[in-house]
Structures are given as C-alpha cells and as structure tokens.
C-alpha cells in the first residue's frame, strides 16, 4: 500500500533538486507496509523513523510496530543501513504502536513515547531503552495530544514540537477531523511541558476536495492534517 522516498531540497529555495528515491525498509510480507516516516539527525547523521504495518484490513484491524534507521549516501544513492525496533511499551508487534518522535539531547539519543495524559520520554541505546521520564502531559481541547515532529531546540534551550490530535465529527463515514499545534518543554530531564496554543494552528478542511476511495469506505479520513517535520 505505501512506500517511503527520500529527495533532497535546495537550501535556500526548499524546491526539490535531483530525483526521488525510494527506500528500501525492512522487507515485509503481504497486507504490510511503512508509512509516517519522519527525518531527524543524531550525532550529525541523518535517521529516519518509522511505523511498521501488519495485517492491515482498512477499517477492521491492524497491528503495528515503531523502528528507526540510519541513513547513508553512499555512490551518490541513499541507502538504508542498520535498523531498529526498541524493546519498550507494546512495541512486539501484537499491539499498535505509532507516533513516538526522536530527538537528540546532550549526545544521545531519546524519544517522545507518549504526549496525552502522562508525557514519557525515553533514551535509547539501539533497540534497548535504559531511562524513562516522566511528567504531566499538556492540556489541551481538541482531542489527545500524539506525536508529530522531532523537537528543535529553540534558543532559551527549550524544545518546540508541532503535534497532531483528532475529534469525532458528526459526518458519517468520515468520522475525524485532525488538529494540529505546538508545545514546548523543558530541555532537561524529565523534559516537562511548558507551553501549548491555546488554538490548533491547522486543522483537516472539507474544502480541500478529498474524494472518497471506495476501497477504504469504511475508514477513509479526508479532514487530515498530519505534521512531521520542523525546520
């Protein structure tokens, strides 16, 4: 169903430059796929993230895994190198788990797992975690806060995020309306939220003239605003 590409961008124009690539994730059996990929740099190289699929049946089930993988360009091609699937939460493949943001902090590497309710964080050491935090997530009126874009470091040494959450609308059988918007936290352990807007700064609009794939009735999701990257 979905596959990942990479193309780099023009630094001062942000316009393409050169072809597209795809890349060759982890190779996965039929009714599987990656999506939600998200770039992020970790001791000066870049990585990407990304959720496995399995068994997905549009609109019924499916169960779904986090990994991350190191980037090279090698030959004048992107290749994908070593790969990993963190040993944490419900990451084994028998449940969902989707949405966990990378980011870098004092050399090593760490991620959002968790942003509604309680925020957790965690650090990493290749596919084993060896510290969690956490504190009181964000509040907020538009649905439950999940993941969105590696945080930035802003200059007073705070991190911003934009996020994404959803609400149910009354229109059948779209469902959800998706939100997006931003908050901050501290840039220590244990990284507690500071800040968040008061308003979404996007939201998923009926005029942007989504046509319904008959294949996915059922679970279609036109009023979608997904954020992944901050610049």
């Known amino acids: 169903?979905?596959?990942?590409?990479?193309?780099?961008?023009?630094e001062t124009t942000f316009q393409p430059k050169g072809k597209s690539e795809w890349l060759k994730l982890s190779p996965v059996n039929a009714g599987c796929h990656h999506e939600d990929a998200r770039l992020f740099l970790f001791r000066g190289e870049p990585y990407l993230s990304y959720t496995e699929m399995s068994s997905y049946q549009p609109g019924r089930d499916y169960?779904?895994?986090?990994?991350?993988?190191?980037?090279?360009?090698?030959?004048?091609?992107?290749?994908?190198?070593?790969?990993?699937?963190?040993?944490?939460g419900r990451n084994d493949g028998r449940a969902k788990e989707k949405n966990w943001v990378f980011f870098e902090h004092d050399d090593e590497l760490h991620a959002i797992y968790n942003s509604g309710g309680d925020h957790k964080v965690i650090r990493l050491k290749g596919d084993r975690v060896d510290a969690v935090y956490e504190s009181m997530g964000p509040a907020w009126h538009f649905g439950p806060v999940r993941g969105g874009t590696p945080p930035v470091m802003q200059p007073d040494g705070t991190y911003i995020t934009v996020f994404h959450s959803s609400l149910p609308t009354e229109k059948a059988p779209h469902y959800v309306r998706y939100y997006a918007a931003a908050y901050t936290f501290d840039g220590k352990p244990p990284f507690t939220p500071l800040r968040i807007s008061t308003r979404p700064l996007m939201a998923g609009s009926e005029s942007d003239g989504h046509k319904v794939d008959p294949r996915y009735a059922d679970s279609w999701k036109p009023w979608v605003v997904f954020p992944c990257g901050i610049v």
């Open 63 to 88: 169960s779904c895994v986090m990994k991350y993988a190191k980037l090279r360009f090698k030959k004048n091609k992107w290749e994908v190198g070593e790969s990993w699937r963190p040993h944490f």
């Open 1 to 10: 169903r979905c596959a990942t590409a990479i193309v780099q961008i023009d």
